[in-house]
Nanobody, 127 residues
Framework: QVDVQESGGGSVQTGGSLRLSCSAS????????WGWFRQSPGKEREVVAA????????YYAEDVKGRFTIAQDDDVRALELQMNGLKPEDTGLYYC????????????????????WGHGTQVTVSS
């Protein structure tokens, strides 16, 4: 069993920045991918950014490219999401997730492909 925990959410104004942190403990061989998802009221949970564990490259959703950056520390199994230039539409509950890729070479990009989830941290961006 993998225990995933997020931290770092908060409230900022448009154009502000926040940094989210995620730690994954236990069962380190139970996943090879991890990422950040966002769920806004009335919307499905959607991927924001994801990467293979230990891989410096990452997948980003189109609407966050150039503004959000993920970084990972494999030694401590930590994943961070640096969010700059925040917009009101970035508001939502942000989840960290870990899982096993079912398609070799392709980072999982849908919520159903991730088996382990944190409880989420709220990000609110006001105009």
């Amino acid at each position: 069993q993998v225990d995933v925990q997020e931290s770092g959410g908060g409230s900022v104004q448009t154009g502000g920045s926040l940094r989210l942190s995620c730690s994954a403990s236990g069962g380190q061989y139970s996943y090879n991918s991890w990422g950040w998802f966002r769920q806004s009221p009335g919307k499905e949970r959607e991927v924001v950014a994801a990467a293979f564990v230990g891989d410096s490259s990452a997948y980003y959703a189109e609407d966050v490219k150039g503004r959000f950056t993920i970084a990972q520390d494999d030694d401590v199994r930590a994943l961070e999401l640096q969010m700059n230039g925040l917009k009101p539409e970035d508001t939502g509950l942000y989840y960290c997730a870990a899982g096993i890729s079912q398609s070799p070479g392709t980072v999982p990009r849908t919520a159903s492909e991730y088996q382990y989830w944190g409880h989420g941290t709220q990000v609110t961006v006001s105009s």
